[in-house]
DNA sequence: TTAAAAATGATAGTATTACTACCATCTCAA
DNA sequence: TTGAGATGGTAGTAATACTATCATTTTTAA
């Protein structure tokens, strides 16, 4: 199995489409590993312009400012994994089988290859569990979400959301639920790596125990 | 009723105790009031010196930094909050009951006496919705857990996970839950009032819309 | 092929942030 | 009344978050 997958990310992201040309890549590969290496907070435009030897001028072409970069790398993600479950759920017609199979990709690490985006991955995983809630907790967020910069999340949730609804139609909180799903996700993975005590994990890994919380708390909430 | 609560905040969390003088008090006061109508990004030491006319050195001598202000009005919050939960529950005994009066306080504003604290309690809880995933969203996790910095929020989800424990001793994720729930009922109030299409508000109002989505989570969870 | 256009590099500069240092003054308590 | 502690005022530094300008290189289109 060998294909190219390609999104469009929202244009409004970017000064200049990264995609097109082997620098923009550059920058948007390197910020993914070094926004990983020193948390989003402590990552500036100045130390990824010394990292792939360019300027600081250079990343500014590409992307007015390190919110819209991180959005932007958001962006590729959630449309990444929008794909990944369209892609698992098709040829299946349980509802329960397909909710189970979103689960298991909320939980699990993204696949390794996707064509010409050698993202690091492992990365990637990291940085949407550390750092995507500040894309949103910003004081700006009505202003940045009418360039629809949020639309891949809710297509995503929508998405899963509809399937919540087709396996029960009178659950009350489809949406609700699924964004807590998400959202509990990367808490539970982060709680479990840093405040464990906050979680029940025990002998089992990170990943099942998240993945097995999250199956409790969906399946029991929309029990038919 | 009258009477004084009063909580020792984490002394790591301060240079100078700023609950021994007015100044101290006006600095966290207005520390609130700051970052609730800035956003805590935008917040800085040089823009609260200038509102309550004081100097960056002044306030230096107070917190170390901005963080660690955000980590003790968080503190503040979360003691208090553990303050409530005690008070409400006394005399109950039916863990159901409990249970519904935990998720009451976790989706309602806070009680606006408080002694001395006159802090403005509607700008607290919008802090906590929107910033408090920033105090541990960080890089240096695992130095600033060391002081015990989270200590208040830990107890009070104990606190609540164990009566989570008490319903159901046999539900396997009270701790999990907990937090699913605290940070969900941020979470969905942050969306319902930002980006309502991820969620299921309806002609409800948030808080009561937050308030029986959070008890049909739990208590469908833990059913026995 | 050549000239124009676009992309990048190099350098510099500004305003703001996140501090630290130092000294003067003021106050209150022994 | 003296002296410790709290505060004010000023200054300074390094880093951040940009913007501007100009030179060079690369691409493209006529």
């Known amino acids: 199995m060998d294909f190219q997958v390609s999104f469009n990310v929202n244009n409004k992201l970017f000064v200049k489409d990264p995609e097109n040309t082997d620098l923009g890549r550059q920058i948007v590969k390197n910020a993914i590993d070094l926004i990983y290496t020193l948390g989003f907070e402590q990552f500036t ?44 759920l098709q040829n299946l017609d349980n509802p329960e089988i397909k909710l189970i199979a979103v689960i298991d990709l909320l ?23 550390s750092e995507s809630s500040k894309a949103y907790l910003v004081k700006d967020i009505s202003e940045i979400n009418k360039d629809e910069v949020f639309k ?3 297509d995503l949730c ?25 959202e509990s996700s990367h808490q539970q993975q982060f709680f479990a790596d840093n405040l464990p005590k906050l979680t029940d994990v025990n002998e089992l890994n990170q990943k099942d125990f998240v993945n097995s919380f999250l199956k409790d708390l969906l399946f029991k909430s929309i029990l038919i």
């Open 45 to 88: 435009f100045k130390k990824l312009a010394i990292e792939i030897q360019t300027t600081e001028a250079t990343i500014y072409r590409y992307f007015e400012n390190k919110h819209k970069l991180l959005l932007y790398i958001l962006n590729w993600y959630w449309s990444y994994m929008e794909f990944l479950v369209m892609f698992k």
């Open 107 to 129: 939980t699990s690490d993204l696949p390794v290859n996707s064509g010409k985006f050698d993202y690091n991955k492992k990365f990637l995983n990291q940085i949407v569990i």
């Open 152 to 154: 891949p999340y809710k």
């Open 158 to 182: 929508s998405k899963i959301a509809d399937l919540i609804a087709e396996y029960n139609p009178n659950y009350k909180f489809p949406k609700s639920l699924t964004t807590t799903l998400i």
